[in-house]
C-alpha cells in the first residue's frame, strides 16, 4: 500500500514524481483542485473529510481501494473509503477522531488508471462531473479487474459496480464500453444547480467512461 499522511498538500503529490509515476490518476486529481495557492494548504484528509459530492480526490481513492487510518486518545481503527463517505458532507468521522493516514493500493502490472474531469473552466473549477477509472489487462489484453468512480452526479461519489462488471470479461470493444457508459448513468443521481443541469451531467457520463478506458488501455500498454 502506498501511505499519505493526513496532512499531504494536493501540491505535494502534484510535485512528486514517484508519486505521480506509482498513482497517475491521483495526481491528475490533485492538479485540478482549485489553483496553485489552494494546492499549497489544501490536505489530502480536508479534501476527503470535507466529503462534498464534488471532490475530486475521492473518486480516485474509490477506485484505489484506499482506506482511511483515523485515531483518538484511545483508539485507532481503518474505514474502507467507500464506507467512510456517507453522504453530502458526511462521513463516519467520530468528533474525538482525526484522521491520520490514507493508505492507496498500487497500480498493479498491466494495469492504467485516469482521473477526468468537465467543468467550465480549465482551473478555480468546481466539477461539473469528474471520473475515475483504474483497468488491470491480462496478456491478450482482456480487462480482468474494472475500477470506475464518479463524482458531481450524486450526492457523494460512488463506484458503479454494474458498469465495472460489464467492462470486466471485454477487451473494450465500442459496445461494450457504451453499454458500461449507460450503466453508470443508471447509477447516478445527479441534480439541477448552477453549474450544470442534472440532464447534462448524465449524458456526460457515457464518452467521458469512453475516454477513461481509452487511457487505461494505452497506460497498461505503455507499461508493458
Request: with cysteine.
Amino acid at each position: 500500500m502506498t501511505d499519505m499522511g493526513a496532512l499531504t498538500t494536493h501540491w505535494e503529490i502534484v510535485s512528486n514524481p514517484a508519486l505521480c509515476r506509482a498513482h497517475p490518476a491521483l495526481a491528475e486529481a490533485a492538479a485540478t483542485v482549485g489553483g496553485r495557492q489552494t494546492q499549497n494548504v489544501g490536505t489530502v484528509a480536508g479534501n476527503v473529510v470535507n466529503a462534498s459530492p464534488a471532490a475530486d480526490l475521492l473518486p480516485v481513492l474509490l477506485v484505489s481501494n484506499t482506506s482511511v487510518t483515523l485515531k483518538s486518545a484511545s483508539t485507532t481503527r481503518e474505514v474502507a473509503i467507500e464506507d467512510f463517505v456517507v453522504g453530502r458532507r458526511s462521513t463516519q468521522r467520530r468528533p474525538e477522531e482525526l484522521v491520520t493516514r490514507l493508505s492507496l493500493q498500487p497500480v498493479g502490472p498491466r494495469t492504467g488508471e485516469t482521473y477526468l474531469k468537465i467543468g467550465r473552466r480549465g482551473a478555480m473549477e468546481v466539477a461539473i462531473v469528474g471520473l475515475a477509472m483504474r483497468l488491470a489487462f491480462d496478456r491478450e489484453g482482456v480487462v480482468v479487474d474494472a475500477r470506475v468512480a464518479a463524482c458531481a452526479v450524486g450526492p457523494r461519489p460512488f463506484r458503479s459496480r454494474e458498469a465495472e462488471a460489464r467492462l470486466v470479461g471485454s477487451k473494450l470493444d465500442a459496445a461494450t464500453v457504451r453499454e458500461a457508459g449507460e450503466l453508470m448513468r443508471g447509477s447516478a443521481a445527479p441534480i439541477d444547480d448552477s453549474r450544470a443541469t442534472a440532464a447534462y451531467r448524465s449524458r456526460l457520463l457515457t464518452p467521458l467512461l469512453a475516454r477513461a478506458a481509452g487511457a487505461c488501455l494505452a497506460r497498461a500498454a505503455a507499461k508493458n
